[in-house]
């Protein structure tokens, strides 16, 4: 990982409007509601949180996939939502998505071959699919699939070889970041290893950057460099593997820390529960979003909290921190 940023999210919002009824005041479903984060070059930035939180309407508007409501979004030291056109078509080849579900994943009346030239030749990296097919090769070898599927169907892979698809897909127009949006929660555990494995051998033979969105506390310890917790469209605590898992701040990191099954623990002694049901996020709690289920709230919870730095590159959103005090403590 260097020190190169390669993407700059500061203040993103996506609100989905609400269908409304005559005279009545427009509402929004608030996905992502003012979210700041740096991507470096070559790291892998995890994004934790449960679901419905904004996870991957975020990831998609990095990519532009979806417009922001507001907010600024740069990459490379570029604007990219002043991009439109060529200059956005050709930034496009070098961001791409791994998607959760590798069944819907991929066009079911297309040929593997065809499917990963298409990116090649959207992008007018290539002319032809014989211009392709050396590229393909290379594709199929990289993720670990032999040269002869280039000629069958989707559904004659299982799910493992299919995601493997996935990313050699992902892979054709020479990315340089990769946004990979739980790619294992669909596959049987068995197989999750190996694909994370693959993914780890490619990061470090192409320098790719990742953005890892999960579930899995235990495959974001593995795999990642640095992790953001989000809740409620928000970002509540991000640092490094090391200081989010054995230093958490937050209330709710720690919650979700207490939830990660240790060996010999045949009980649920540690386990931090949560009261209470998540907030809609087209009316969510003011101030502080995790206030209305956190066992420290208070008073000053509802004005909203800032971002304070605890230690160098470990920042938390909440008011106990900013009053110096430590939630464990409390």
Not at 148 to 175: K, M
Not at 231 to 253: C, F, R, S, W
Not at 303 to 311: D, L, M, W, Y
């Amino acid at each position: 990982m260097s020190n190169e940023i390669l993407v700059q999210a500061t203040h993103v919002k996506k609100w989905f409007p609400i269908k409304k009824w005559f005279f009545e005041k427009q509402n929004y479903v608030k996905a992502v509601d003012d979210v700041s984060l740096t991507l470096y070059r070559g790291e892998t930035l995890g994004i934790v949180g449960e679901s419905g939180c904004g996870k991957s309407t975020l990831a998609r508007t990095l990519l532009r996939l979806i417009e922001p409501t507001d907010g600024e979004i740069t990459y490379d030291g570029k604007d990219l939502i002043a991009m439109k056109g060529k200059e956005l078509r050709g930034l496009r080849k070098r961001m791409q998505i791994v998607f959760q579900d590798p069944y819907s994943s991929l066009h079911p009346r297309m040929k593997i071959g065809q499917i990963i030239a298409e990116p090649m030749l959207i992008s007018k990296l290539k002319k032809t699919k014989a211009e392709c097919m050396p590229r393909i090769y290379e594709l199929l070898d990289m993720v670990g699939l032999d040269k002869t599927y280039v000629d069958r169907y989707p559904h004659e892979f299982s799910g493992g070889q299919r995601q493997r698809i996935v990313i050699a897909r992902a892979l054709a127009t020479n990315p340089e970041l990769m946004i990979c949006d739980e790619p294992v929660s669909a596959l049987d555990v068995s197989v999750r290893a190996q694909v994370l494995n693959l993914l780890e051998e490619l990061q470090e033979k192409l320098n790719l950057t990742y953005m890892f969105i999960s579930h899995d506390l235990s495959v974001v310890e593995h795999l990642c460099d640095r992790v953001a917790i989000m809740y409620l469209g928000q970002l509540m605590e991000i640092g490094t593997v090391d200081q989010i898992y054995e230093n958490a701040k937050h209330p709710y990191t720690q919650a979700l820390l207490s939830a990660i099954p240790k060996v010999g623990q045949h009980d649920s002694s540690g386990r931090i529960l949560l009261e209470g049901d998540i907030p809609s996020p087209a009316n969510p709690p003011s101030g502080c979003r995790f206030r209305t289920r956190c066992r420290f709230a208070t008073a000053a919870c509802a004005e909203k909290p800032a971002a304070v730095e605890v230690e160098p590159g470990h920042f938390v959103t909440c008011h106990l921190i900013c009053d110096g005090v430590d939630e464990k403590e409390a």
